[in-house]
């Protein structure tokens, strides 16, 4: 096996140094930021305990400081650390769980991130850390952890996760290369929900295949990433902002920048992923002063740039203080020692049970994320930023609780999903899982013109705006893909066909055990492998070259407003191409 390429052998400068001191990286807000900052178990495996153990409890490791012969040893800004070696059988190393910020809680809960303080002992980098806190729904942790199980079902509607959560994820090929792409993703969730070790999100595939740096990282969702309260700020702009979980990306952002190197990874060649509440996330980034220049490429999924005002913020605010006064008065606290005195569980319940717990996100505050943000994509901030973004043909299909379209309750409805077997679906039917008023599914404002209306006013509508801002301001490398592929074991073929986020198994090659494990067949699996195979190959070339153009797609990807159609038979790949506006 080749060395591994860590920081055992060479310290390198820091990326920043490489730049010029007029460098974009270093922006006006960044002094502002920097000031205010100053003031784990394999994927998939829930037998182990997956928490990232505490400072106090590192082994200090001598022996593999002094001899460097652990492949994924690797010395960070904030200390060396020992991943997971899996050359053998996946042809990756891996690094989990690794603090990028200190636990925000207690009085660091609604201010900005504050970096990790070092550690001097080899950290084990082995489990992932906890997910956030946040309400239990499809896309949460399990009440167990940070897994994927079937007690995702019992945590619906109940506090899940943890605050003490700002971790990422390291993943990359097993060999002794250097300067490899780094993907930074950013899950989604609405912005509510999520976590970065949703086994979707595993990176080994992606990093193996794409040879890129990847990295997943954790940051605070719902009210505890995105809250503007009167007061809350206390003279400083960046708490005042409400946009906690945009300065968790930040910071997390900056330690890649700051690491990139440490990890065998090019800071100058970031690509930021982010698909959902991601892709506006990633959206968010490119258009914040404080992430400027390290955004390199884009690459947003089902999501376009979206923000909220101040004055609805601060509405949403008001709301839950009320309703946290009704559950827990407490006459001697102000709203801000209430707000914070209370444990992240009792504040969960409160929102769930007043149905506050939908955050608004992203706020355009002015100074996190500037107050007329679609005026600073068009005016050229991202222009030299080459963009390849995506939909699903029917993102609107996951939705359809919101419009009373699902049948059975989300419990129902998970355990169907999750105990379903796509060798023998047995005699589940589409009315089982459709409300009769939009049956047959393609009659006439039936179930797929509802789903499509869901789309174009959700997800289209809004990525094609913010890609026309992007080539207003005269940006000439967007790349656009439509993903069609619908091939599921009835009944889901019509009940989800090409839903939100299916394409993500796709990017990260995840068929194992998911939320979409009802959809992989062994019939559709050589269809589905090869277009998965030609997604991470335009994925490769984009993040490499900076166009998701290569020999394999046997057409041209031409640039938007065109959009290369992205589907497959069970067995073979069909692609096409629409300019639909």
């Known amino acids: 096996m080749p060395a591994m390429p860590s920081g055992a052998a060479t310290v390198h400068e820091p990326a920043a140094r490489r730049r010029s001191a007029s460098s974009l990286r270093r922006p006006i807000l960044g002094v502002v930021l920097t000031a205010a900052l100053l003031a784990s178990a394999p994927p998939g495996d829930a037998s182990a305990d997956p928490v990232r153990p505490a400072a106090d409890t590192m082994s200090s490791r001598a022996d593999i400081l002094r001899s460097g012969k652990d492949r994924t040893l690797v010395r960070t800004t904030l200390g060396p650390i020992v991943g997971r070696d899996e050359g053998r059988s996946n042809g990756t190393y891996s690094w989990l769980g690794i603090p990028y910020a200190e636990p925000p809680v207690g009085d660091l809960r609604w201010r900005p991130p504050k970096p990790h303080r070092p550690w001097t002992g080899v950290r084990p980098a082995q489990r992932y850390g906890s997910g956030c806190a946040q309400p239990g729904r499809f896309f949460s942790p399990s009440p167990n952890g940070p897994f994927y199980d079937l007690a995702v079902r019992d945590g619906l509607r109940q506090p899940v996760g943890a605050e003490d959560c700002l971790t990422l994820n390291v993943f990359r090929p097993a060999t002794s290369r250097r300067d490899l792409p780094v993907v930074f993703f950013v899950h989604g969730g609405s912005n509510v929900v999520g976590y970065s070790a949703d086994p979707m999100y595993d990176g080994r595939e992606l990093a193996n295949r794409a040879q890129a740096v990847v990295v997943t990282a954790n940051y605070r969702v719902g009210v505890f990433g995105w809250l503007d309260a009167e007061g809350l700020g206390g003279g400083d702009p960046l708490s005042a902002s409400g946009n906690f979980g945009t300065l968790d990306l930040v910071e997390a952002l900056r330690f890649v920048d700051r690491n990139a190197e440490k990890f065998g990874g090019d800071s100058d060649n970031i690509s930021v992923m982010g698909q959902s509440a991601g892709a506006v996330n990633v959206w968010s980034l490119l258009v914040s002063p404080l992430a400027r220049g390290m955004v390199d490429k884009a690459i947003p999924l ?47 319940r409160v929102l769930v049970k007043h149905q506050l717990d939908a955050t608004p996100a992203v706020i355009a505050d002015g100074t996190v994320i500037p107050s007329d943000p679609y005026g600073v994509l068009a005016s050229g901030v991202g222009r030299d930023v080459p963009v390849l973004a995506g939909n699903t043909l029917e993102e609107g299909k996951l939705f359809g609780s919101a419009i009373g379209a699902h049948k059975p309750t989300d419990y129902d409805r998970f355990t169907m999903q999750y105990l379903f077997d796509p060798e023998r679906p047995g005699t589940l039917t589409t009315s089982d899982l459709l409300n009769d008023e939009y049956l047959p599914v393609d009659r006439p404002g039936g179930w797929n013109d509802a789903a499509a209306a869901l789309t174009e006013s959700v997800f289209t509508g809004i990525n094609r705006n913010s890609l026309d801002a992007l080539a207003s301001s005269g940006n000439r490398s967007l790349y656009h893909y439509r993903f069609d592929w619908n091939q599921q074991p009835a009944p889901f073929d019509e009940v989800y066909g090409a839903v939100h986020a299916i394409d993500l198994p796709f990017v990260f090659r995840t068929f194992d055990r998911n939320v979409f494990s009802y959809a992989f067949s062994r019939q559709n ?43 497959a038979d069970d067995r073979n790949v069909h692609l096409g191409s629409t300019t639909d506006r």
């Open 302 to 348: 089902s999501g376009g740039l979206s923000t909220r005002s101040v004055a609805d913020a601060r509405a949403y605010a008001g709301r839950v203080l009320r309703a946290v006064r009704s559950e827990h008065p407490a006459p001697d606290l102000s709203d801000i020692a209430l707000l914070r005195s209370l444990p992240a569980d009792d504040l969960v």
């Open 525 to 567: 699996r050589p269809g589905r492998l090869r277009l998965s195979d030609l997604m991470i190959a335009s994925i490769r070339n984009f993040v490499h070259e900076g166009s998701p153009q290569h020999r394999g797609l046997g057409r041209t990807w031409d640039r938007w407003p065109t959009s290369l159609i992205l589907d």
